[in-house]
Each structure stands twice: as structure tokens, then as C-alpha cells.
């Protein structure tokens, strides 16, 4: 079955790598705006009878990208293409995952079935928002097949190669997290814990690891995202507190917002490191092998 991969406006540069790694042709989509603010989508090449892989991140202005994404999907479906792959690293709208008060969209659900009506025949998305959001969470929303990848080994073993580590430790900032600490930590023969809130008394509040006790220790604190930094800033106040030797923040997409990185860094956090689901300053780690991987077993299949 031959392969293409097109690039939506968002993510272009990491679906030209994922082309040359699956060792498939790269179509060009031509977008732009018409004055009116309406979007222009346009094939470039002959899809007819193929596998289209469309690449898609929709972070900072999701709503546009999905647009854009429906339009590809949906032409190349009209234009004959056999089969249409989804690839959304940064899956917009997955907070909502369900009704937390009365009247509210449950915003994954209905973005989830626009994906699939559009004319998506697989998914393929890296580290969704909410853990619980997994592969058997998304075949409740939709008739498609849906892969939800990790970075989480990635990021570990970037950090591993590029620092000299002194008895690492990998912390979730919560306890959410912690399952973002266990699959980082076990790539990498790491301890993992997270931080977990006691109440003392009616007014105060600690803070700490769970279980292990870090002083002295490399720290690498992970999580899926960095938003406005909040989360993490309190995490590394912790952890410096409890007296590690040196941390260092990780997550999977950089959305940083609100001066983020600065705010990290200034808290103590030797470095920030992110994959490039978002582009950013900090997105060293590409989440092209990881799709390679998966989607090779996909279109060979």
C-alpha cells in the first residue's frame, strides 16, 4: 500500500521528518486566508488510491488548526485517498473530558466524533491530557481505532544522556502525574514518587514525596504539560525544600504560557526540556521515532 504524509500549517516540519523516516513522500497542502478570515486548504499532488498520514498539532489556536484539519481530511477523502491517518501530537480539548458542572460540553466527545466524521480512518496522539483519557477512554467516543504513544521514555533518556545524573529520582508534581513518573522512571532504571498534599490541621497543609526521600538526589520532575508553569514552580519549591542536589523539569508539550519557562527557572530548575509536540524554545526531543514506530506497524500491516 503506498504512503504519503502532508502537513498541516501547525506541525509542517515534523511531518516532513516523519516522511523521511518512514521513508514515504511528502505532499505539500496549501493553506492560507482569504480576507474575510476564512481558511483555503488545497492538495498539491494525485492522492488517489493512497494512505494519507496527516499531521496536526493544535496547540495556541486550536480551533483554527482543527478546522484545517477537517478540510484535509475531508478533501483527501473526496480526492480517492483509500485511508486516512490522523496524526495529532498536541490533542486540543481533552480537559473536558467530561461534565464537571451542569450544562458544560464535554469537549473532548464532540471534537473526538468531528475527527472521525471528517473522515479519519486511524488516530494517533502523544500523552492526551488527562491519563485516564486512554485508548479504551477514546473507543467509548469513537468507531475509529485510537493510539495514544508516550514521550515520557524520551524525555527520560535525553535527560540521562545529557546530564550527569547523581542517584536520579523522577517525581510527578501531583498525584496525576505519577503515572507520567513511573513510565519515565522505568525507562531509565530510575526510583519514581510523587508529590502528595497532607492536611496537618484545618489550616495547615505539607507537601512532600510520597515515599522516597531525595536529599542529595538528581530530581527529574515530569509531567505532560507546562502551561503557565504553576504546577511545576510549586513542584520544584518542594523538592528544593526537601534538599535534592539538582533538578531538572520535563514535560511533553511546551504550551508555556505566562512567561512559563522563566518562571521555572528562576524557582530553581537547572533546565527545562519538552518534545516538539509545540514548537519552543525548549522542545529538544522529537516525537518523530516514536510515530515512526507506530505508524511503520500501521501502513505495513
Known sequence: MSAIVLGGSSLEHVAVRLA??????????????????????RITEDVEGKTAIVVQSMYHRPDEYLLEYFLIVDTLKDLGAKKVIGVIPYF???RQDQRFKPGEAISLKTVSKLIESAGTDVLYTVDVHRHRVEEAEFSRLVKIPVHNLTA?????KYVVEN???????????????????????????AEHDYLEKRRISDREVEIK????????????????????????????????REGARRIIA???HPVLVEGALAKILRAGAEDVIATDTIPS?????????????????????
Not at 167 to 185: F, S
Not at 210 to 233: A, E, F, H, P, Y
Request: charged share 30%; aromatic share 6%; with cysteine.
Open 20 to 41: 523521511k523516516e518512514l521513508g514515504v513522500d511528502y505532499v505539500k497542502v496549501e493553506t492560507r486566508k482569504f480576507p474575510d478570515g476564512e481558511k483555503y486548504v
Open 92 to 94: 486540543a480539548y481533552a
Open 152 to 156: 515520557m521514555p524520551e524525555l527520560a
Open 163 to 189: 546530564y550527569d545524573l547523581k542517584d536520579p529520582v523522577v517525581i510527578g508534581p501531583d498525584a496525576e502525574a505519577e503515572y507520567w513518573a513511573r513510565i519515565a522512571a522505568e525507562a531509565i532504571g
Open 209 to 240: 514525596p510520597k515515599r522516597l526521600n531525595v536529599r542529595g538526589r538528581d530530581v527529574l520532575i515530569v509531567d505532560d504539560i507546562i502551561s503557565t508553569g504553576g504546577t511545576m514552580v510549586k513542584a520544584i519549591e518542594v523538592i528544593k
Open 250 to 252: 520535563a514535560c511533553t
Open 281 to 301: 524554545p525548549i522542545s529538544r526531543v522529537s516525537i518523530v521515532p516514536i510515530l515512526a514506530r507506530a505508524i511503520k506497524r500501521e501502513i505495513s500491516s
